[in-house]
Nanobody, 123 residues
């Protein structure tokens, strides 16, 4: 399993960024996927998850601002982030969760992780 994130960077508050993740080493269309993040001094938290059928779930902190999507033909996972605030500053990780549905946003060591990409939002 290999997950490679792209698209992080620095942006001012109120701005937008789009993260991408390319997956390989498994049949992408058969698995639920998710984005996690870890901010300075914080534990890692689930941000958004998406099932193979496209059903999505969001952390309340990002609901209405972030959109997770997937392209099974390209083995691609995406996170469109809008109305960013300094509280969104974190390393963002693409993940193949060990569990789906109600547990898709659980931070588990048994999840598969990308290397992470830094998102910095300045006020």
């Amino acid at each position: 399993v290999r997950l490679e994130e792209r698209g992080g960077g620095s942006v001012q508050a109120g701005g937008s960024l789009r993260l991408s993740c390319t997956a390989s080493g498994f049949t992408f269309s058969e698995f639920c996927m998710a984005w996690f993040r870890q901010g300075p001094g914080n534990t890692r938290e689930g941000v958004a998850g998406i099932e193979p059928d496209g059903t999505t779930v969001y952390n309340d902190a990002v609901k209405g601002r972030f959109t997770i999507s997937r392209d099974n033909d390209k083995s691609g996972l995406y996170l469109q982030m809008t109305s960013l605030s300094p509280d969104d500053t974190a390393v963002y990780y693409c993940a193949r969760p060990n569990y789906c549905r109600a547990r898709i946003l659980e931070d588990l060591r048994t999840n598969h992780w990308g290397q992470g990409t830094q998102v910095t939002v300045s006020s």
